[in-house]
């Protein structure tokens, strides 16, 4: 009997093993599954992400609601580029945009660029650091740029790298500039 109840027993005990192996599978299968599906969505989440953040898939449209408008900044110069910019024609004023009068010159360069018939405008602003070389006590027009000094607030057109004009008072400034507007 002994040999019986000891078959029995291996019988029962490979039984066991059978079960607890079949259990052990089908955690490692869904615990496999779960891992499998949270790095998927976690790409997914990162392509979308990259995808709004670059436009190219534009959620944010007109036709949503939502308006959102991206400005390029290409009207500010340097003091150094007053003479060398890719237009044959062109204006730049130079006064300092941290002054309390800026915004009237903002306001007269907004009217300015409103009109059709318009030379491209560039700003230098005086209040960067940078431009200090620029600036001077008394107007000196020179072809040079590193003897060129300019007063706040100057007006000058160039044609074709040479300075053709200048103007140096607000009045001057806003009257050159509005006979171009409309």
């Not at 599906?37 to 392509?47: D, E, H, K, N, S």
């Not at 024609?89 to 660029?113: G, T």
């Not at 044609?159 to 507007?181: A, C, H, P």
């Amino acid at each position: 009997m002994k040999k019986k109840e000891y078959q029995k027993r291996i019988e029962k005990e490979k039984r066991d093993l059978r079960e607890f192996n079949n259990k052990n599978e089908g955690i490692n299968v869904r615990t496999f599954m779960y891992i499998t599906l949270g790095v998927v969505g976690f790409v997914f989440l990162m392509f979308a992400f990259t995808k709004i953040k670059t436009g190219e898939w534009n959620l944010f449209t007109k036709a949503n609601g939502i308006k959102y408008s991206a400005e390029v900044q290409t009207t500010k110069i340097l003091c150094g580029s007053i003479l060398n910019r890719e237009d044959s024609e062109y204006y730049v004023l130079a006064f300092e945009m941290q002054e309390d009068n800026a915004s009237l010159y903002e306001s007269v360069v907004e009217r300015y660029n409103s009109g059709s018939n318009t030379l491209p405008l560039y700003k230098v602003d005086f209040s960067n650091s940078r431009n200090n070389i620029c600036k001077g006590d008394s107007l000196s027009l020179t072809n040079d740029v590193t003897s060129l000094k300019l007063v706040v607030p100057t007006l000058i057109r160039v044609r074709n790298g040479q300075i053709v004009e200048n103007y140096t008072s607000y009045d001057s400034i806003k009257n050159v500039l509005f006979s171009y507007v409309d």
